[in-house]
């Protein structure tokens, strides 16, 4: 039984060994206040056990985060009133990465996050919208929009898309006693506020009814993944926006 165990221990010791080495190997990506928040590193891994995750992508570098917005009247079943924005809304869009589980005491931390915004705009029943802090250098490249439409109104649209393209990997920890150890996807949270007054409809015969507001300032949601290698109008999770 001794022998057994003593076994099991020069294994697992050589496995944390090989682990820190391959991560040490990862090529040095640049940190500072215009590319990452460096965050304290407490651990998530209560949220995603297996914190930070590198998709096996092949050479593609960047994964896609996906987020369905729609728009009801309260309390927000899919079967409530659509509601058509009168203007536009503000999407931020915070993504996180942080060291791996299984490499000992550095395991789960170091988190570094970033954010870009993107405000999507309602014409007629066409979705648009730009992003800002984009960078198509990384570490978030691009966020697009697109159309879901739950009705067959031509006129009138309540639902939308938000695809993320984002780096998979974004850099090694720069010191500390975790210094080397490589930063991989977490999560991404989207949060949603300045949300314009609407107008809801019977998305049956396609009539305009009454005008109404948000319910509260601010709505919110997380992607854990598991995320796409694909960017072409992948699915996620789902945020209900809702309306009195």
Same mark, same amino acid.
């Given at each position: 039984?001794?022998?057994?165990?003593?076994?099991?221990?020069?294994?697992?010791?050589?496995? =944390?060994?090989?682990?820190?080495?391959?991560?040490?190997?990862?090529?040095?990506?640049?940190? =500072?206040?215009?590319?990452?928040?460096?965050?304290?590193?407490?651990?998530?891994?209560?949220?995603?056990?297996?914190?930070?995750?590198?998709?096996?992508?092949?050479?593609?570098?960047?994964?896609?985060?996906?987020?369905?917005?729609?728009?009801?009247?309260?309390?927000?079943?899919?079967?409530?009133?659509?509601?058509?924005?009168?203007?536009?809304?503000?999407?931020?869009?915070?993504?996180?990465?942080?060291?791996?589980?299984?490499?000992?005491?550095?395991?789960?931390?170091?988190?570094?996050?970033?954010?870009?915004?993107?405000?999507?705009?309602?014409?007629?029943?066409?979705?648009?919208?730009?992003?800002?802090?984009?960078?198509?250098?990384?570490?978030?490249?691009?966020?697009?929009?697109?159309?879901?439409?739950?009705?067959?109104?031509?006129?009138?649209?309540?639902?939308?898309?938000?695809?993320?393209?984002?780096?998979?990997?974004?850099?090694?920890?720069?010191?500390?006693?975790?210094? =080397?150890?490589?930063?991989?996807?977490?999560?991404?949270?989207?949060?949603?506020?300045?949300?314009?007054? =609407?107008?809801?409809?019977?998305?049956?015969?396609?009539?305009?009814?009454?005008?109404?507001?948000?319910?509260?300032?601010?709505?919110?949601?997380?992607?854990?993944?598991?995320?796409?290698?694909?960017?072409?109008?992948?699915?996620?999770?789902?945020?209900?926006?809702?309306?009195?």
């Amino acid at each position: 039984m001794f022998h057994h165990r003593l076994r099991v221990l020069v294994l697992a010791v050589a496995l =944390g060994i090989s682990a820190g080495f391959v991560y040490g190997l990862l090529p040095l990506m640049p940190f =500072g206040d215009d590319v990452a928040t460096l965050l304290p590193s407490a651990s998530v891994a209560s949220a995603q056990p297996f914190c930070g995750v590198n998709p096996a992508c092949g050479v593609d570098v960047t994964v896609t985060s996906a987020l369905d917005v729609h728009h009801r009247v309260h309390p927000g079943a899919i079967t409530d009133d659509p509601v058509q924005l009168n203007d536009d809304e503000l999407v931020t869009i915070t993504v996180y990465w942080l060291t791996p589980a299984a490499i000992g005491q550095c395991s789960c931390s170091q988190q570094v996050s970033q954010s870009v915004t993107i405000q999507p705009t309602l014409s007629g029943s066409t979705w648009s919208g730009t992003c800002t802090g984009c960078n198509a250098g990384g570490p978030i490249r691009d966020v697009v929009i697109c159309d879901i439409n739950s009705d067959n109104c031509q006129s009138l649209d309540n639902d939308y898309r938000l695809n993320v393209d984002i780096d998979t990997f974004f850099g090694l920890v720069p010191s500390g006693p975790c210094s =080397g150890n490589a930063l991989f996807i977490n999560r991404v949270e989207y949060t949603i506020t300045n949300v314009s007054n =609407g107008d809801d409809y019977d998305g049956t015969n396609c009539v305009v009814g009454s005008a109404v507001s948000p319910t509260t300032n601010s709505y919110s949601a997380t992607d854990f993944g598991a995320f796409e290698c694909a960017f072409d109008c992948e699915t996620g999770p789902s945020l209900t926006v809702t309306f009195n």
